[in-house]
């Protein structure tokens, strides 16, 4: 059992500007450039307690105890430049282009792991002798370059209006990654808490590797190119509006890294085009409802991290990238009725469906060298649907309303999973079994209630929120019956602003009123849980448990 307490630092700024020319009423060109800037510093305490036999004993109150802190400064920053022109060219053609830079750099500059040992006897703790600790030094930089050009025709096409749109665009992004790691150990392996130190900073340590560790895949580059081409028409006559088109994308993924030492796949690359079809109706049965029905084809291609064969120790488990991981693509059907009885009002009720072919989930694997080596790794492993219902409604009541939506999802996806069972001659055995479970991270039940006031004319404008997120999968496990769930949790804010005159308005926020905690469970109960702290979720056995405490925000805009 860990404990973990976080104490941390945020200082953030950025700066904005944005800057327009109108060369005439038909022709305008837009720069904006914005810079952010965020530093973190963070210490984290973690006390370890040795379940099991020999280790924790709930009666005496013994236990073989290890303490842990990790120091770590973060720097992340990130700039973007973006050019665009509108141009009215005749009455029925016009173009609008955007050229766009984006740099962002992020760097762990040091980041420390202290290690000690300790006793727990008759209730009382102790903190003994410093184990090996490390440093750990990581940056990485990821820069885009994109262009986008669309053009727009209006026509008449025996008696309809019709618009048409075409363009493409063109993106490339590159990513530098850099780690090293140096493995530290004490001058003094007795050296004893409270007698030779009482500050980490009083340990003399030698460095076991004075190269450090950067022969290792986390040492890379990469790269996606992204072209693309589309074209679309929308008719604009009422009552039946139609939207429809298709896209096609051409992506070249890779990456290669500096220091190969022997990997299977020192360089890798996916190269693949999609075509991507949608439709979309609306039919205006009166002035205040209408019906919309749509189908349309979506990519989800993996990140630079993910397809790198990295390997790192982060947290619980050592993690790793898949090179062989495979885009996911989602065919989507959706159907829905609006009511707009009045201005800020509306009802919505939809259904939805889709279908997705390789989707992405992360789950625990066992090595099949290592046997027994665990990690966490992302993965193709079959195809899913998800079918669910959508309602969403606001209503108000002078300067009172209520805001409410709710979300069914029937999400389904049969993967092959790992059974011990034991044979007839009473040895065990691993069989390979097909389990039919939710899609990793959906839920089937997502729901939010917000209570509004608006006051236009005094200037007040105030929501009190909560949402409800049902369980769901957190981690997908290679053995049946054994996925990491997400318990279901309710969370509320609070907010609120008021207009001061001359420009000035006042704000308040509150998050997560009710400090409501991140809970991991695994849907079993060993008959031992019993016995040990914190296992207190009904009929499930608690893998973790995060409190995040609650935030307020009080500040005074001005606009000029």
Do not use: C
Not at 466 to 492: C, E, H, L, P, W
Request: aromatic share 14%; proline share 3%; hydrophobic share 30%.
């Amino acid at each position: 059992m860990s404990e973990r307490q976080y104490s941390e630092q945020q200082t953030r700024y950025g700066l904005h500007a944005k800057l327009d020319f109108r060369l005439n009423e038909l022709n305008k060109i837009q720069w904006y450039n914005a810079f952010i800037n965020l530093t973190n510093a963070q210490i984290r305490d973690t006390k370890s307690t040795e379940l099991g036999i020999g280790g924790f004993n709930p009666v005496l109150g013994n236990a073989t105890l290890g303490y842990e802190t990790r120091s770590r400064l973060t720097q992340q920053r990130i700039y973007n430049s973006t050019l665009q022109g509108t141009h009215q060219l005749t009455d029925h053609f016009g173009l609008n282009w955007s050229a766009v830079y984006s740099k962002a750099t992020n760097e762990v500059p040091d980041q420390t792991y202290i290690p000690l040992l300790g006793i727990r006897q008759n209730f009382v703790e102790t903190r003994t002798t410093v184990q090996d600790g490390s440093r750990r030094w990581e940056h990485n930089s990821d820069a885009d370059v994109a262009g986008y050009l669309n053009l727009t025709l209006k026509t008449n096409l025996a008696g309809i209006a019709v618009e048409w749109m075409a363009g493409g665009l063109y993106r490339d992004k590159q990513r530098t990654n850099f780690y090293n790691n140096y493995q530290l150990r004490p001058a003094n392996l007795f050296a004893q808490y409270g007698v030779d130190f009482t500050d980490y900073s009083q340990i003399s340590w030698t460095i076991q590797n004075p190269l450090g560790s950067v022969a290792t895949a986390l040492n890379y580059d990469a790269s996606e190119k992204t072209s693309s081409g589309y074209l679309q028409f929308r008719t604009t006559d009422h009552p039946l509006e139609v939207t429809g088109g298709v896209r096609v994308e051409h992506t070249d993924q890779g990456y290669a890294m500096k220091f190969p030492i022997g990997e299977d796949n020192p360089t890798g690359s996916q190269v693949y085009t999609d075509i991507l079809p949608s439709l979309n109706l609306r039919y205006r049965l009166h002035d205040k409802t209408n019906l919309r029905a749509s189908y349309f084809r979506s990519l989800n291609r993996p990140g630079f991290f993910e397809i790198v064969p990295y390997r790192i120790v982060y947290e619980e488990y050592q993690e790793r990238g898949n090179p062989k991981l495979k885009r996911a693509l989602a065919d989507n059907i959706d159907l829905r009725y609006e009511y707009f009885p009045r201005s800020l009002e509306q009802f919505m009720v939809g259904v939805f469906y889709k279908y997705l072919k390789d989707p992405i989930e992360y789950t625990l694997q066992r090595d099949a060298i290592r046997g027994q080596d665990i990690y966490y790794s992302p993965g193709n492993f079959g195809n899913a649907t998800n079918y669910g219902l959508e309602l969403d409604a606001i209503k108000y009541f002078r300067q009172f309303g209520i805001k409410a939506n709710y979300t069914y999802t029937h999400s389904r996806i049969t993967t092959p999973k790992s059974r011990r069972i034991r044979n007839a001659q009473g040895d065990l055995e691993t069989i390979s079994v097909n389990q039919t479970r939710p899609l990793y991270g959906q839920s089937a039940h997502v729901a939010n209630l917000s209570f509004l006031y608006k006051d236009s004319q005094h200037g007040w404008d105030g929501q009190l929120a909560a949402s409800y997120t049902g369980d769901r999968i957190n981690t997908v496990s290679q053995f049946a019956d054994n996925d990491y769930y997400q318990k279901g949790f309710v969370q509320m804010d609070a907010s609120a602003e008021k207009r001061l005159g001359h420009g000035f308005i006042a704000f308040a926020k509150a998050n997560n009123l009710l400090n409501t905690p991140m809970e991991i469970y695994v849907r079993s109960v060993n008959s031992s849980n019993a016995e040990v702290p914190n296992q207190d979720v009904s009929g499930k056995t608690l893998i973790r448990r995060d409190f995040y405490q609650r935030s307020y925000v009080l500040g005074i805009r001005y606009k000029l």
